[in-house]
């Protein structure tokens, strides 16, 4: 399977990070990320396929019932994709951030999540 950079994206987003199924996520790891990838988060830094499924299952169980969301389309230029999201409840997303991978040979090397809280309703 030859995945674009806006492939990788959506993929990063809704078939791992939203994806309960260890079986299925881990599947959707080994196509969408290279070996040793490395993820950057706010706090830390997550090196390889297996940490990183580790730590989405870390957040699956922290915050049952929540999903991502993408907020807006994917931008690419050249090997860098970028995606924003909304995480939360369904109905009610609490947090909003984005994605930003170094895509390379059709999967993510590099990716960094930045967060930041959604703003509350005047």
């Known amino acids: 399977m030859s995945n674009t950079v806006a492939d990788l994206m959506r993929r990063n987003l809704l078939d791992v990070f939203n994806e309960p199924d260890p079986g299925r996520r881990a599947r959707a790891i ?17 090196h390889g396929r297996e940490a990183l499924a580790r730590r989405a299952q870390e957040l699956q169980e ?10 807006g ?5 050249d090997d860098l994709g970028h995606l924003g999201f909304r995480y939360g409840p369904s109905d009610r997303p ?13 999967v993510i090397v590099e990716l960094y999540t930045i967060v930041a809280e959604v703003p509350s309703p005047s």
């Open 94 to 106: 609490v947090v909003s951030g984005m994605d930003i991978a170094h895509c390379k040979d059709g």
């Open 73 to 77: 389309p994917v931008s690419v230029n």
């Open 30 to 46: 080994a196509e969408t990320y290279a070996e040793d990838v490395v993820w950057h988060e706010p706090d830390r830094i997550v």
């Open 62 to 71: 922290q915050n049952p019932g929540w999903v991502y969301q993408p907020d």
